[in-house]
């Protein structure tokens, strides 16, 4: 069993929908969870991180967390074409080690 | 603040020769950790050097090896390489102070292709 899983898409989703990502952990001891936007030929950027349960909200991302499920989701409210990227979950266990999902691929059309 | 930064960008490498890359994290940055990044397996880990140690370390063969100097930079080293060795390599710096939540932030990452 792999230590993140995503599902990989693709997710389409037209202009101004809501995106809903997901991600599911193993180890119970994580810590903190991060997403990252991937841009095709581009290196992960940081966009949200969240280590208690619940929401986190930051302009139009929204990130919730529950351990009791070992699920992490993001949410993209107003989708825009710039949002097209792959995202990618990771999740950080003891030791500064982290995890990452295979990533989901968004298409957002306009 | 200067980002991290990772040098060469790319890098064309033939069987069997070796491979050494370079990242310098941001600054007042600590930890530097390596991952490889390849179609087919996502982003794995390599290793994480804080202050000079190697922390952690993944799944990979001896051939992959680094270091961290001590103003933070760091170095891994690839010997014997593979075809299947060529990936993006991704450097990722983060305070990893016990008061912060460990964010890491990625560089622009290395291209090997190994023919």
């Known amino acids: 069993q792999k230590e993140v899983e995503q599902n990989s898409g693709p997710l389409s989703v037209p202009e101004g929908a809501i995106a809903s990502l997901n991600c599911t952990y193993s180890d119970r001891g994580s810590q903190s969870f991060f997403w990252y936007r991937q841009y095709s030929g581009k290196s992960p950027e940081l966009i949200m991180f969240i280590y208690s349960n619940g929401d986190k909200e930051d302009g139009r991302f929204t990130a919730q967390l529950n351990k009791a499920s070992q699920y992490v989701s993001l949410l993209i409210r107003d989708s825009q074409p710039s949002d097209s990227a792959t995202y990618l979950c990771?999740?950080?266990?003891?030791?500064?080690?982290?995890?990452f999902g295979t990533g989901t691929s968004l298409t957002v059309i306009p | 603040k200067a980002g991290v930064t990772q040098t060469p960008r790319y890098l064309i490498k033939t069987r069997g020769q070796q491979v050494t890359l370079s990242c310098s994290p941001i600054?007042?940055?600590?930890?530097v950790s390596w991952y490889q990044q390849t179609p087919g397996q996502g982003l794995q880990f390599l290793f994480e050097?804080?202050?000079?140690?190697?922390?952690n370390k993944g799944n990979f063969p001896g051939r992959f090896s680094g270091r961290q100097f001590s103003n933070s930079r760091s170095e891994m080293n690839v010997s014997t390489l593979e075809l299947g060795d060529s990936a993006l390599y991704l450097c990722?710096?983060?305070?990893?102070?016990?008061?912060?939540?460990?964010?890491?932030?990625f560089g622009p990452g290395t291209r090997l292709t190994v023919t």
């Open positions: 050097y804080f202050s000079e140690t190697q922390r």
């Open positions: 990771a999740v950080k266990v003891a030791g500064n080690q982290f995890y």
């Open positions: 600054s007042g940055h600590r930890s």
């Open positions: 990722a710096s983060s305070l990893a102070r016990e008061s912060s939540s460990y964010e890491q932030y």
